[in-house]
């Protein structure tokens, strides 16, 4: 019976909702035995949440406070040894997971598959290649520890109401010194996070400046929405990076995604071909954005957005 | 600061676009544009950059691929990178193979920098910094979009899902670039003449005692799914009765 660990992304207080789409890949792959790893300084209050994810046998905590912050060279040693007793070791396909699961791979000496997105047997699945533009089946030897990161926005999030147990774990392992945290800084918090929202907005360069995204800001507040931005946005100064929506930038699926201004370049289009629905605004016709929107209007955005806030 | 690597990819140039086989064995890659892999340059620039504020650093770059791929290194070479070596091969190579590779190379160079691009453009897979740091038991700084050198350390800003995250790691060490580290150079023509000089070592993976093979079987390629053609609105009142309908706002 295939034996899944997955390593769970939090921030000490919440469980990242990344961890739900890893148990429902997990239990994609029927019949297994599913882990959740949480490494931390104190994991008690994220252990709770994990526990009660629906398919999930056991959470294991591994608390010490080398691990109060996730740096890869840290953490992969501590769970080359937890994985001792697993067939699987799976990571979200969040900058967390992308880190932390090759390091785990190498130091394993196997191969990683990277961003699951479907499964079709306990060491059989298909992934993008080509930013999507290709969906390639990869098949692993079921003779060595599959190692891989799942595509989040290739699965929903399992349901709570689990009740999985909870044991604290000692790794005794070595870690290396060499790498240190000196601090974080996270934009805007006021807001929806742009990763998991439900809904999205974004902009792109035909908003004409940073001074216009306060348009989308506006009418984000009244739909409870984060806010993204195309990279030709982010390019020409009007978006921070960390909003920026594509290939390059952050892949999302939410349930609602508006593009504002946006034409659809091919890597802007990558990045939100899983958001189940999806609204363009354009006074382009011929945009490329039309092609996959579901919900298409043409027209000029600067009399569109105000009009669509008052109405809403 | 003495030496830097950084890892060159060839890959299909990021605007063409990729089309899958009707037989579905692959992608078709006959006559297709071939470039350095964009995240790679980036990487590249990088180590420019810490060239030319510093003194008597040497940039190294490295690719493994098939013959053909000195057309990159040489792409590197006109950049400023000032020698090159190519481990040829015409296998495909998974990145804990070129990991591996990239390993017996850092041993016999020793360098006090690994730069790579976070991921190439082709698999998408985002491994082989990680791999390579992990198995040479040193720090990895991915997703870099800022890098400062100093006494032995680097500090490096990483572009990560909450923000910017900031960690110290001691050299040698690895760091994988992002986009917004920096802007690359045009090579100007001169350059490119000056680059035909410069040194470029062609070895192999038996050379290195590496041992190429597919760890993973691809056994099938398909294009993606694609979506249904929308509908299109008139006007704001009539999108918002839609979104109304399917329960959006």
Redesign the interface.
């Known amino acids: 019976m295939p034996k899944i660990l997955i390593l769970g992304e939090h921030?000490g207080k919440t469980l990242n909702p990344a961890t739900q789409k890893c148990v429902t890949c997990a239990a994609a792959i029927g019949e297994a035995e599913i882990t959740i790893a949480l490494l931390g300084a104190d994991t008690a209050a994220v252990a709770t949440q994990a526990a009660a994810i629906q398919g999930v046998q056991r959470v294991l905590r591994v608390d010490r406070p080398e691990n109060a912050h996730p740096?890869?060279?840290i953490f992969?040693p501590q769970i080359v040894a937890l994985a001792a007793d697993y067939t699987h070791v799976f990571g979200p396909s969040?900058?967390?997971g992308?880190?932390?699961?090759?390091?785990?791979?190498?130091?394993l000496?196997?191969?990683?598959?990277?961003?699951l997105m479907a499964v079709e047997g306990a060491y059989?699945f298909k992934r993008?290649?080509?930013?999507?533009?290709?969906?390639?089946?990869?098949?692993?030897?079921p003779a060595r520890k599959l190692v891989a990161t799942v595509r989040v926005a290739s699965f929903e999030a399992a349901p709570l109401g689990g009740t999985a147990t909870i044991e604290s774990k000692a790794v005794e392992v070595a870690l290396?010194t060499?790498?240190?945290?000196?601090?974080?800084?996270?934009?805007s918090t006021d807001r929806p996070?742009l990763?998991t929202a439900a809904?999205v907005i974004s902009g792109g360069r035909a908003l004409g400046s940073a001074e216009n995204f306060k348009l989308l800001f506006s009418l984000a507040a009244k739909?409870n929405a984060a806010v993204g931005a195309s990279r030709a946005a982010v390019d020409a100064g009007y978006a921070a990076?960390?909003m920026q929506v594509g290939q390059?930038g952050?892949i999302i699926s939410p349930?609602?995604y508006i593009a504002i201004g946006i034409s659809g370049a091919?890597q802007h289009l990558t990045g939100i071909?899983d958001a189940r629905?999806?609204?363009a605004i354009n006074k382009d016709g011929e945009a490329p954005i039309?092609?996959?929107?579901?919900?298409?209007?043409?027209?000029d955005l600067f009399q569109?957005v105000p009009?669509?806030e008052r109405?809403? | 600061m003495q030496k830097i690597m950084v890892g060159i990819k060839r890959v299909v140039d990021y605007n063409v676009r990729v089309r899958v086989k009707p037989d579905g064995s692959g992608v078709m890659l006959d006559g297709v544009k071939m470039s350095v892999n964009p995240f790679d340059e980036i990487a590249l620039e990088e180590a420019l950059r810490i060239k030319e504020h510093g003194t008597n650093v040497e940039v190294v770059a490295v690719s493994i691929g098939v013959a053909d791929t000195q057309q990159q290194l040489r792409t590197a070479l006109a950049m400023g990178a000032d020698r090159a070596i190519l481990v040829q091969t015409d296998t495909a190579v998974e990145p804990l193979i070129a990991a591996q590779t990239f390993l017996a190379l850092a041993k016999r160079e020793n360098p006090d920098l690994f730069l790579l691009g976070k991921q190439a453009i082709d698999d998408d897979a985002n491994q082989t910094g990680q791999m390579l740091a992990a198995i040479w038991e040193r720090p990895q700084a991915t997703y870099a979009s800022k890098v400062e050198i100093a006494d032995g350390k680097a500090t490096v800003t990483r572009e990560v899902d909450a923000g910017l995250e900031t960690i110290e790691i001691d050299l040698p060490a690895v760091v994988t670039v992002d986009l917004r580290l920096n802007e690359p150079r045009y090579v100007k023509l001169p350059d490119i003449m000056k680059a035909k000089k410069k040194p470029l070592d062609v070895t192999s993976l038996d050379a290195l005692g590496i041992t190429a093979g597919a760890l993973l079987k691809t056994v099938k390629t398909e294009p993606p799914s694609q979506r249904q053609k929308g509908i299109l609105v008139k006007d704001v009142p009539e999108l918002v009765a839609v979104l109304k309908k399917k329960g959006l706002i």
């Open positions: 921030d740096l890869a060279a992969a969040t900058s967390f992308k880190d932390l699961t090759p390091r785990v791979a190498a130091l000496g196997v191969p990683q598959v990277s961003d059989r993008p290649i080509y930013a999507g533009n290709a969906i390639i089946t990869v098949e692993a030897d290396p060499h790498t240190r945290y000196l601090g974080s800084k996270s934009g996070d990763q809904k739909l990076n960390e390059t952050k349930e609602l091919i071909k629905t999806i609204v039309f092609e996959v929107a579901d919900v298409g209007l043409v027209g569109i009009e669509l109405l809403v």
